[in-house]
């Protein structure tokens, strides 16, 4: 295992599912870029753009695909079907997080009815709420804000200033990262004649085991039941999921994504930054939705969607937004033409 040496390559080929080509008994401390990494230090090679450097490291060791293994001399390489993977599980065997401290600082707030599990961590100024349960081996960071009967699972680690409203739950192993809020009121009005009067709030935030939610993204509470994120779901930072949204396992969404209320969004689903998503659809999972996209309509069977625009040089794209503008006459007028073409050739047909 990792010592103050690192770990050797067979191990590392090991634990890492790799194909090892070179001396086993090499050891690595820590994972770096290719372009520049020493000895001592492994990389991944994922992206054919940066094939360049892998004839020019001082790596000790570098994960690639078989098809880019290189020909000649070269530092040791761990073959795998999915480098970036097996990077990911390398550069946490290399970098083992801390296990956490079994200790409740003195500036917390801990209710008297609250339910701490064994091995936790309550950072400073940290307030845990009336009848809230906090799992094992669970980290609350500083300033961390856990409402009245919260309930979160074991392994979860809350980092500072992130904010539970009242009956939040987590699963284990939950990860939220600073600023974010789960649980806030949704966005729910009635208009009486042009004023706006509130809505109650009344479900919870529920989410499932291995979530993990980016800094300062925010998730509302369901307006009658709960707005639900499914096992193994990764937010972003500064997203936005409104009430009652229902978000399958293993979805991903990329950062300033925003989903309207009563949506449901398959497992496995992808959705690249800035998408947005109307309220009260239904999203296939194994969809992916591609940047910037805005989505209006159910999507039921799966594949990749786009909408928007391309980004184009200025003046070309002045003209293009111009015809756009156009799209219904010149719709209007190529019936037309495609009438009088049909009767023409009718006429023609007929003598």
């Known amino acids: 295992m990792r010592d103050e040496d690192g770990v050797s390559l067979e191990e590392l080929a090991r634990l890492t599912e790799c194909a ?22 492994l990389c991944f090679l994922a992206n054919p753009r940066y094939q360049r450097f892998l004839g020019e490291t001082e ?13 000649g001399a070269r530092p040791a390489l761990l073959v795998s079907d999915n480098p970036y993977l097996a990077f990911a599980r390398a550069a946490r065997l290399l970098n083992p997080e801390s296990p956490p401290r079994s200790r409740v600082h003195e500036a917390a707030a801990i209710a008297a009815s609250a339910s701490v599990g064994r091995s936790v961590d309550i950072g400073a100024c940290a307030v845990v709420g009336e009848g809230a349960v906090i799992g094992d081996d669970t980290v609350i960071g500083p300033g961390t804000v856990i409402g009245d009967g919260c309930r979160i699972g074991d392994g979860c680690r809350i980092a500072a200033n992130v904010t539970l409203y009242a009956g939040t739950v987590l699963g284990r192993r939950v990860r939220l990262n600073s600023g974010c809020v789960l649980g806030g009121d949704g966005f729910g009005f009635a208009n009486d004649n042009g004023r706006w009067e509130k809505v109650p709030q009344l479900g919870h935030v529920v989410l499932g085991d291995d979530v993990e939610v980016g800094a300062n993204s925010t998730i509302d509470c369901g307006a009658l039941g709960d707005t639900v994120i499914e096992d193994g779901v990764k937010i972003d930072n500064l997203v936005q999921i409104a009430h009652n ?16 209320g009563s949506t449901t969004i398959g497992p496995g689903t992808s959705i690249g930054g800035a998408a947005g998503i109307g309220g009260h659809l239904t999203i296939a999972g194994g969809t992916v939705i591609t940047g910037m996209s805005m989505i209006s309509h159910d999507i039921r069977e799966p594949g990749v969607y786009s909408s928007g625009t391309p980004m184009a040089p200025n003046r070309q794209w002045r003209r293009n937004a111009a015809r756009f503008t156009q799209l219904d006459e010149m719709a209007r007028r190529l019936r037309a033409l495609e009438k009088r073409l049909a ?9």
């Open 245 to 260: 949204v229902h978000v399958g396992a293993h979805t991903a969404m990329a950062s300033m994504v925003g989903i309207s």
């Open 59 to 71: 790596a000790t060791a570098v994960i690639l695909r078989r098809e880019d293994v290189p020909d």
């Open 20 to 41: 090892l080509v070179g001396d086993a008994s090499l050891r690595v401390r820590q994972v770096a870029p290719l372009q520049n990494a020493v000895s001592g230090q």
């Open 343 to 351: 009767d023409i050739e009718r006429d023609q047909q007929e003598d």
